[in-house]
């Protein structure tokens, strides 16, 4: 798999991805929450593979 692109924010801000995770599907707000266990594990694997901006 190929790396997610970075770009910094400002001019000394952090440095992140190009691409965000949109993490608002994870609450309760589309429907019942999945359990802790399962949305853990999504947020471990998507840093994993290099997701590094996360828009909660």
């Not at 994870?26 to 429907?31: Q, R, T, V």
Request: hydrophobic share 40%; glycine share 14%.
């Amino acid at each position: 798999m190929a790396a997610l692109l970075t770009r910094k924010l400002g001019k000394h801000g952090p440095e992140v991805t190009g691409l965000g995770l949109g993490l608002m599907g994870l609450s309760a707000f589309y429907g019942p929450a999945k359990p802790d266990s399962e949305r853990l594990a999504l947020l471990d694997k998507a840093y994993e593979l290099g997701a590094r901006n996360w828009d909660t």
